[in-house]
């Protein structure tokens, strides 16, 4: 049977004997990215740029002691989208690995060289959940993460520049099945397995490029890696492996924005 994540495992030990040897017939299902989540994440992302705004004004308030030599502020606002590339060890998991689309935001304060900031974005992808000769579906997923963002420009050239980009913060990972539900062969009870949703953190670091128009808009371009972790289960024999696994994944956005 395909490996379903920890928690989902530890519901209960009659929970593990039905994964085992149990009939799903039905799943219910909600839409990903229900309003807790969203709720949640709403929260999170706001203590983040709280938290990112509160240090850059710090770097700029211990900057004043010669105000005549001072660097413009400035306020990045802008749109991203893109593609990300799963890691390949998801295969393992019953996860596509085919490349999937991602869209976000980021707001970041610059001064100079140096940007801090914050950012959040969404991707979605599936995941096959079967049990050999019964019954196979797949499930939708949602990742969803809020990120402070840390940026220094390498070169500035006539509007054009070239940057490295470091950031880290949180992520949620839900099913877009609240729970399947088996009836084990050869009874009658049927046993619930919750797919509740997994928190962690999630870090990352890239190079972008960006180009800055005279009437305040720019537009540009990032690569980045994104590592976290998450808790797994699978299934080697009579039992059930549980462990902590690292993932990678490769992100490329477009951006477009504006700035004050």
């Known amino acids: 049977m395909n490996p379903i994540r920890r928690r989902e495992w530890n519901a209960a030990q009659s929970t593990r004997r039905a994964c085992a040897w149990g009939l ?22 706001a203590s ?87 019954l196979s579906i797949d499930v939708d997923t949602r990742l969803v993460a809020a990120e ?38 050869g009874s009658q009870d049927e046993i619930e397995v919750p797919l509740d949703p997994v928190d962690g953190w999630i870090g990352s670091a890239g190079v972008g490029t960006q180009y800055r128009l005279p009437i305040g808009v720019f537009v540009g371009a990032l690569v980045d890696h994104h590592v976290f972790q998450l808790e797994t289960a699978h299934r080697s024999g009579d039992l059930i492996v549980q462990e902590d696994e690292s993932f990678g994944e490769w992100t490329a956005r477009a951006e477009l924005g504006w700035s004050f």
């Open 48 to 134: 983040v740029v709280v938290a990112a705004f509160a240090a850059m004004v710090s770097v700029i308030c211990a900057s004043t002691a010669d105000a005549g030599t001072l660097l413009p502020v400035h306020l990045d606002v802008s749109a991203l989208a893109g593609a990300t590339r799963p890691d390949p060890h998801f295969a393992d998991y019953e996860w596509s690995i085919d490349d999937q689309s991602n869209f976000g935001a980021q707001l970041l304060v610059g001064r100079g060289r140096l940007g801090l900031g914050a950012r959040g974005w969404t991707m979605a992808n599936t995941q096959s959940i079967e049990i050999p000769s019964v």
């Open 24 to 45: 799903p017939v039905r799943h219910s299902s909600r839409p990903v990215g229900v309003n807790a989540e969203a709720a949640a994440f709403a929260v999170t992302a």
């Open 148 to 185: 402070a963002v840390l940026r220094f420009d390498v070169l500035q050239v006539a509007g054009w520049s070239l940057y490295g980009q470091g950031s880290g913060g949180w992520m949620r990972l839900s099913y877009g099945t609240e729970a399947l539900q088996f009836v084990p062969s």
